[in-house]
């Protein structure tokens, strides 16, 4: 996160105040946990407080689960976590109703989605069909068994891990569920450093163990409601639309940005904004957060992932890369 000390020093309010700290216990709580990546931690957080989900895909042992969890353990909300399995069924994430035979009616079980924050642990493990078992429970905050309707506690977010999909054992997902990802991010290797530190400090326990709730739902929903008040300006509104259409246009994409992207990519800009001490959307916020909005819910053509010699994902990061460079900034 960029450094924005002076903007919340001068003329904040109390309940300013309020906000930047609570922001700032989660963050530190977070950064505990996950040396030398002070990026991520900023994104997981800019995602919770846009009230959208995160997918966090990496290869095994970089810190994928422990930075999901280390998210969950400083919100003081309920948390649950799913181990995505080839054998997980539907019922076992959304819940199943059970015939009670001395009341004689069905009882609903909620499943593990019931909760403030779910970690779905290696979700592209799962079957498609189990996968397809969270689109209601993203996209509406609710659950529908056998006809009937449940809601899901708010707030409500999802934090999915999994391994590229190169790797044994595990499924695509698909594109309608990775659109309801709002962000996307790798972990990456730690700096030597950080990876000397964590050498030395984790000998004993791990850093999660220590961990507590820093803030509560109450003072989250008190920054959501802050990031859904800042000011998203026209000028800003058609910088974040040109970038949006160029990735409908271009001729190394086979799809572009969804109308659901637009969405996603506004809120996520204005909380980015909210926790960098403003009131108001500039267009670095969009700029910074265009490849891990948008990059994975795009899908680059044959030619252009053979041409760049790289990965699906790394071709559509590219490619949001050179739209964001050639788009307009507005001035003023």
């Known amino acids: 996160m960029r450094n924005h000390e002076s903007v ?38 800019t995602v919770l407080v846009a009230e959208g989900h995160l997918l966090i895909e990496d290869v095994p042992g ?17 948390i649950s976590r799913i181990q995505f399995t080839p054998d997980l069924l539907p019922s ?35 079957s498609p ?42 499924y695509a997902l698909p594109e309608a569920q990775r659109d309801r990802f709002m962000a996307s991010m790798s972990m990456g290797y730690p700096d030597p450093r950080a990876e ?42 058609q910088y974040l639309l040109g970038i949006i259409t160029a990735t409908r246009a271009h001729p190394d994409l086979r799809l572009g940005a969804s109308p659901r992207a637009t969405l996603q990519f506004a809120r996520a800009a204005k909380a980015r904004a909210l926790l960098d001490g403003r009131e108001y959307v500039i267009p670095d916020d969009l700029s910074d957060l265009a490849i891990p909005v948008l990059a994975h819910r795009l899908l680059p053509s044959r030619q252009a992932i053979a041409r760049s010699g790289t990965t699906e994902a790394l071709t559509s990061a590219e490619v949001v890369r050179s739209v964001v460079a050639a788009t307009p900034v507005p001035r003023g």
Do not use: H
């Open 62 to 78: 970089v810190g994928k689960t422990m930075l999901a969890k280390a998210l969950a353990r400083s919100i003081g909300g309920s």
């Open 92 to 126: 076992d994430v959304t819940g199943v109703s059970v015939f009670d035979q001395a009341a004689g009616q069905f009882e609903f079980k909620p499943g593990a989605v019931f909760a403030n924050l779910v970690i779905g642990d290696e979700i592209n493990r799962a």
């Open 196 to 237: 000397l530190a964590m050498l030395r400090s984790r000998e004993s326990q791990s850093p999660i163990a220590a961990v507590r709730p820093v803030i509560d739902t109450e003072e989250l929903a008190g920054l959501i409601a802050a990031a859904r008040a800042v000011y998203l300006s026209p000028t800003v509104e």
């Open 129 to 170: 069909k189990t996968q397809s078992a969270l689109l209601e429970c993203m996209e509406e905050g609710q659950v529908t068994v056998d006809g009937r309707t449940w809601q899901l506690p708010n707030p409500f977010m999802v934090v999915a891990t999994q391994n590229p999909i190169e790797m044994d054992g595990t």
């Open 8 to 45: 919340w020093e001068s003329g904040m309010t109390a309940i300013d105040k309020a906000l930047r700290s609570a922001a700032d216990r989660v963050l530190t709580s977070v950064q505990t946990v996950i040396d030398g990546k002070p990026e991520a931690a900023s994104i997981a957080l």
